[in-house]
């Protein structure tokens, strides 16, 4: 069944700070400068448009709309359905915008989405009562669903996926765990192909691909049990849904035949090495299309050497990898399943095989101590990696990490809005012992310092900024932002 071409379906990132990435893992704004792409409105715009729908995406943090404008703009469109995403720091302003678009009469039906809300629904409607639904989970088969059922007449309750107001009423312990998934991946068009459509591609920014980029995901889910990570626990679910080969590799094409402006593409798929023989075979039809853009990917502090070593031969300029932590037993403690040696050792056969990695690090985990903190940014300093980002715990509800961190107490704000800095920076969250927020900034202050303030480091990315153009954009990009952070964070 499809939907006629007269429903029209609106999906927006609302305005809250410019550069706010809404819809990462840890949403803020960045000192990197970092600004994610909204992926998943994007996907979910892709899969009504596959339905016979007229779509419009708005991202108002990328485009520096304020809320007068994206709500003309909406209001213009006259849609149907419209979806608004939201996150847990900015769930306080996503709630007042979604009660404005209800008051002006703008959407007849409107639907909050994204983790918070699908961790929180009950919380959205106790402030917006005039809010239709919340999709809990990823967002393609409720909005199907949805779509259907609004077409027909027919009311919301009872959808796959979809809590409405009288559902969370009548039931507040209903299960919020999803039983099917979108299982369609290589559906046209393309996340890409929407992108070039509505937003502007330029302003979207991740220091770990050449700039232009653009970001897609090549699967979802994530099959490791890391506590924190809140895309897995919250949207996608512990398996991994992959896309075929062909059609990565077609969305590829796409992208450097249609984007010329784009330089790279970074694949987000939580962990695009869950599967090493799917990652040679990709890098070995890539390999045969010699296409002139580079890639990066979210790696796992486990490949091997022979994987990474295809990756460099496919053209992989970075590999984001979340290393967490120095010291073993806060690994066991969140569910990372990797030995310290283990990651020692990819971190030196990617450095020898010249593939970049990006580490991440994070402080005021369940146990930390200062001992600990020291055994990290040890590690940290030990590792041979490219560039590295030190950042406090930040857990969000729906995650086992952040129900931990409340059962124990170690949760300090009392408003969601306090997960930020009033400018939109990450604000450390929890405690650790007697490690308290400012303790744990601190050093994620210092840690920065110790290992970007490095003259073997300094010297590479000099060489590199002289003799590399990509690189150069690249860097003169991030260090807009990043360099002023270094110096105020002292």
Known sequence: MTASSSFRVAFVNGPFLVNYSRGQRSPAVTRSGTLYYPMWLAYAAAHAERLGCEIMLLDAPASN???????????????????????????????????????????????????????????????????????????EIPLEESILALRAGRPLEGVEGVITPAEAIADKKRSRKRTRFFEDLDARPYVSEIYKRFLPLERYFNPNAHHPMVAFVTGRGCPFACSFCVFPQTLMGRGYRKRSIHSIIDEMVYISENMPAVRGVFLEDDTFTADPGRVREFCERLIERRLRITWSANARAEVDRETLASMKRAGVRALCVGFESGNQGLLDAIGKGLRLDRMERFACDADELGVKIHGCFMVGLPGETRATLWETLQFAMRLPLDTAQFYPLMVYPGTRAYDQAMAEGRVVPKKWRDWLTPEGLHRCVVRAGDLGPSALSAFCNLARRRFYLRKSWLVRMIWRFLTDRDERRRLLRSAETFVHHLWSDR
């Open 65 to 139: 709309w304020d809320e007068k404008r994206t709500l003309d703009t909406l209001s213009r469109f006259m849609p149907d359905l419209t979806l608004v995403e939201t996150a847990t720091p900015s769930i306080e302003a996503d709630l007042a915008f979604i009660a404005k678009i209800k008051a002006q009469a703008i959407s007849p039906k409107v639907v909050a989405v994204g983790t918070h809300v699908s961790a929180l629904p009950e919380e959205a409607f106790n402030v917006v009562p005039a809010l239709d639904a919340v999709f809990i989970g990823e967002y």
